[in-house]
């Protein structure tokens, strides 16, 4: 599968809103009084909902010819665990020891209460795992599971497979929202709405390239509308920066989740037509997104520990904008390694050993 541009980009794009919006915290613990970070930047929290679209777009393309061949469903499980558990380990490990050295700085909104068992397996649980921001990690293995299965089935029933799934999760979130299992409340979490979008966009984007004369979308509305979306999710207050682990509400999953669908299939579309060229920042951006997601909630962690051991703890606005000076380029930079020497040379050695080719493919964050 080739590589769209514009994807790698919005991955990009996604993790600098989950920066952004997760700055608001740190801000707050370690830089009390005013700041100068925008109210906006609780809207960040829907980077996430862009991966788990983007997530659904690219499984699909990368997937394509692959539905009801044997064999495809165990390439694709020992692929997606190759993708996502080695590097976790490594932030799970890191994480782990100071756990064990000092448990009060990990963990502390939940008086540090973990699973460890299920924190390494990425499996559901009543409390956050180990790594706060492997929550996610949580939903896109399940999303992976339910993907493996619908690869079984012969090509012109995965529109059907994909769209069955969506009312049924749609239908069970109308119909009961009372407490459940934490097992039960990945099954049916409304962010599955928002992958099965993505996957469904893939679909139609590989129709409209394959058969552009009887697939002729025009980009320029189907993008109008995507942002027409992403503008009244805006302005209405639909992202309030609530908890989104329990549940999210129908309309965030099909208005944000619908808007950011259109936005990538229209950029998809375009680029396939016009080859535009994509910001290399931004691409880089995309390629290290996964390690970026995965280690910046740690490196603001320890900037900010760092700022207030250095008396820095007076506050205010020039305290806040000099600690971001400082600690934007850090995070980047971190991610970066992070990319360059853990996540690269991981995926590269593992997919070499098992033989499994490797799918350039977002994951959340």
């Given at each position: ?6 994807l790698?980009?919005a991955?990009?794009?996604a993790?600098l809103?989950v920066i952004a919006?997760?700055s ?5 613990k370690?830089i009390?009084?005013?700041?100068w970070?925008?109210d906006?930047f609780?809207?960040g929290q829907?980077?996430?909902?862009l ?6 777009f ?15 469903i165990?390439?694709?499980?020992k ?7 080695p590097v976790?380990?490594?932030?799970f ?7 064990m ?5 990990v963990n502390?909104?939940?008086a540090?209460e973990v699973?460890l068992?299920?924190?390494f ?6 409390n956050?795992?180990l790594?706060l921001?492997?929550?996610?990690l949580?939903h ?17 029933w995965v ?8 009312c049924s ?7 009961y929202?009372g ?9 049916k979490h ?17 129709k ?9 979308l ?9 942002i027409?979306?992403?503008a ?8 309030d920066?609530s908890?989104?682990i329990q549940?999210i509400s129908?309309?965030?999953?099909f208005i944000v989740?619908?808007g950011?669908?259109?936005l990538?299939?229209a ?9 535009w060229?994509?910001?290399g920042?931004?691409k880089?951006?995309g390629d ?5 997601y995965?280690?910046?909630i ?11 051991a250095?008396?820095n ?8 904008v ?6 934007l380029?850090v995070v ?9 020497l853990?996540e690269r040379p ?8 098992l033989?499994?080719?490797r799918i350039?493919?977002?994951?959340v964050?």
């Amino acid at each position: 599968m080739h590589k769209i541009s514009s994807l790698q980009a919005a991955r990009g794009l996604a993790a600098l809103a989950v920066i952004a919006f997760h700055s608001l915290f740190i801000n707050a613990k370690y830089i009390p009084g005013a700041t100068w970070l925008p109210d906006i930047f609780v809207f960040g929290q829907t980077g996430v909902d862009l991966f788990f679209v983007i997530s659904g777009f690219v499984m699909v393309l990368a997937s394509a010819n692959k539905f009801g061949v044997r064999g495809e469903i165990f390439n694709f499980l020992k692929g997606r665990a190759i993708r996502i558990y080695p590097v976790y380990w490594v932030y799970f490990f890191a994480v782990l020891l100071v756990f064990m050295l000092k448990p009060g700085m990990v963990n502390s909104s939940q008086a540090g209460e973990v699973n460890l068992l299920h924190s390494f397996l990425l499996l559901p649980d009543a409390n956050l795992p180990l790594v706060l921001v492997a929550w996610s990690l949580i939903h896109e293995v399940w999303f992976y599971l339910v993907f493996a299965f619908i690869l079984l089935l012969p090509q012109r029933w995965v529109p059907l497979a994909f769209a069955a799934w969506l009312c049924s999760v749609a239908l069970v979130s109308v119909l009961y929202s009372g407490p459940v299992s934490p097992y039960l409340r990945t099954v049916k979490h409304e962010f599955s709405i928002e992958f099965i979008l993505g996957a469904l966009a893939g679909i139609v984007y590989l129709k409209a390239i394959s058969e552009p004369s009887k697939w002729r979308l025009p980009t320029g509305t189907v993008a109008l509308f995507g942002i027409c979306l992403i503008a009244y999710a805006v302005i209405s207050g639909l992202i309030d920066g609530s908890d989104v682990i329990q549940s999210i509400s129908l309309s965030r999953a099909f208005i944000v989740g619908g808007g950011y669908t259109l936005l990538l299939l229209a950029l998809a579309l375009q680029e396939s037509k016009s080859q535009w060229a994509v910001p290399g920042f931004l691409k880089s951006l995309g390629d290290m997104s996964y390690s970026l997601y995965l280690s910046h909630i740690l490196t603001l962690s320890v900037c900010g520990r760092i700022w207030t051991a250095l008396g820095n703890a007076e506050g205010g606005i020039v305290a806040s904008v000099l600690f971001w000076a400082i600690s934007l380029p850090v995070v980047i930079i971190v991610g970066y390694l992070s990319y360059k020497l853990i996540e690269r040379p991981l995926n590269k050695y593992l997919s070499r050993g098992l033989k499994v080719k490797r799918i350039s493919q977002p994951v959340v964050n």
